[in-house]
């Protein structure tokens, strides 16, 4: 059992199918170097919410088409290194990015992770950002720029302009270091900060919308400083991605409007004209994170019951703004996970609650036990872990469900996300199955 911190917000815990790294480390040079791609594939490396045509090894390089925007991760984490990595865009204003110290998930409502970002960009200068080799710590990691930035962001701006341009290659050479961090570009330092939190965690290339190459990844490891577990990257290992952010494959609706459910901008977007989404994976035990937000408008004002811990209706009403929505699982809409704006809070089991031949343990066991819903059109994440006829459900950090029964459900079934009424989008949605 290990714990999956700030997975964006929450502590909960998982049994992480970690994959170990590579059986036969690759061999260091005279210098301490090793490589860190070996020219030929993606050994070593984890896909975490591309397409399978996102990332290739192709002549000795490392190739992104820039879509859609996410990372590939090292498959291991490294704390104290140097890496030296050769980069070029095809176009004059490319973007990418080399991420250190990362979490191994995306943060909420994006496709980025936590950690501080290298950038890899020809063709945008500004007062408060360049292309000449800035860093900055991104979705909640931490920084002290080694110089301030002019606008007071944790931000470095190079010291000079050294980036050579489209078609070109450019070497970086990236030291971190208990905390700090430096960059040198084609063989001078121009950037770099202090006071790094976390300052563990794993490596990162990221595609941002355009075509880049990286060649020659090569790293020194240095000895540990013995990171505290509070300045390390989360360790939700073991998570494949169940949309590749660019089309709907490995998803089917079953019914509803043509085009109702559709991939646009790395979210899966319903207008809610009808038709649930279902995967076409089958799950047994497993631990789901799924980031939603309402688009759209409501459906209208509307008076819904307030609903005590025992799952009964209090007998009251309040007035609301009507959005509605869910994920079912293991293939029965009556293990549906809600989402909605009534008193109670999303997580509740309604097919289950609102049974009257379930016992009053199983009736209030799924019944959230607070209501932690973001605001209309902000960013959830829902955690749901289903192991034998048991579920949890964490949302935006909070346990509403813990450990409730769901007596009958089927060992085993396809996730759907559900259509009612409501325009609703879903990002970061990805599945660690359990042993």
Same mark, same amino acid.
């Given at each position: ?190 950037? $770099? %900060?202090?006071? @790094? ?7 990162? *290339?990221?595609?941002?919308? #355009?075509?880049? &190459? =990286? ?48 991939? $646009? %901008?790395?979210? @899966? ?7 649930? *989404?279902?995967?076409?994976? #089958?799950?047994? &035990? =497993? ?149």
């Amino acid at each position: 059992m290990t714990i999956t911190r700030c997975l964006l917000f929450c502590l909960i815990p998982v049994l992480a199918a970690w994959a170990p790294p590579s059986a036969n480390p690759p061999v260091q040079d005279e210098k301490g170097f090793a490589p860190l791609f070996n020219g030929r594939d993606l050994d070593g490396w984890v896909v975490v919410n591309g397409a399978e045509s996102t990332w290739r090894a192709e002549h000795g390089m490392l190739r992104t088409t820039g879509k859609p925007t996410g990372v590939l991760r090292t498959d291991r984490m490294y704390e104290n290194f140097i890496l030296e990595a050769k980069w070029r865009h095809e176009s004059e204003k490319g973007n990418a990015g080399i991420f250190v110290w990362s979490d191994p998930l995306p943060a909420l409502g994006v496709p980025f992770t936590r950690a501080v970002e290298i950038q890899v960009m020809l063709g945008l200068e500004t007062p408060n950002y360049t292309s000449e080799g800035d860093i900055f710590p991104i979705w909640g990691a931490r920084m002290t720029p080694e110089r301030p930035h002019p606008a007071g962001w944790d931000r470095c701006l190079p010291s000079e302009a050294r980036t050579k341009g489209a078609g070109e290659w450019n070497h970086y050479r990236i030291t971190c270091l208990d905390g700090t961090i430096s960059l040198e570009v084609n063989g001078k330092k121009v950037s $770099g %900060g202090y006071d @790094i939190n976390p300052r563990k965690g794993y490596i990162c *290339l990221e595609a941002e919308g #355009s075509p880049a &190459d =990286f060649r020659d990844l090569i790293i020194k490891e240095l000895p540990s400083s013995n990171s505290p577990l509070a300045e390390v990257a989360n360790d939700a290992v073991g998570f494949r991605t169940l949309f590749n952010g660019l089309d709907l494959k490995g998803w089917k609706p079953d019914g509803g409007e043509a085009g109702s459910w559709k991939a $646009g %901008g790395g979210r @899966i977007i319903h207008d809610g004209s009808g038709g649930n *989404l279902w995967s076409t994976e #089958s799950f047994g &035990d =497993f631990v789901l994170v799924a980031d939603w937000r309402w688009a759209g408008p409501s459906q209208g004002k509307m008076k819904r019951p307030m609903i005590g811990p025992d799952g009964a209706n209090t007998g009251e009403e309040v007035e609301i703004e009507e959005y509605d929505s869910g994920i079912y699982l293991r293939g029965s809409s009556k293990s549906q996970v809600n989402m909605w704006e009534w008193p109670v809070g999303s997580g509740e089991v309604y097919g289950y609650r609102t049974d009257g031949a379930q016992t009053p343990e199983v009736r209030a066991g799924v019944t959230p036990s607070s209501r932690a819903d973001a605001p209309v059109g902000s960013w959830n994440r829902f955690i749901i872990t289903m192991r034998g006829d048991r579920l949890t459900v964490h949302l935006n950090g909070v346990t509403v469900i813990h450990d409730a029964t769901l007596p009958g459900i089927a060992s085993k079934g396809p996730i759907a996300l559900q259509s009612h009424h409501s325009g609703i989008e879903f990002m970061n949605v990805f599945v660690l199955e359990l042993d």
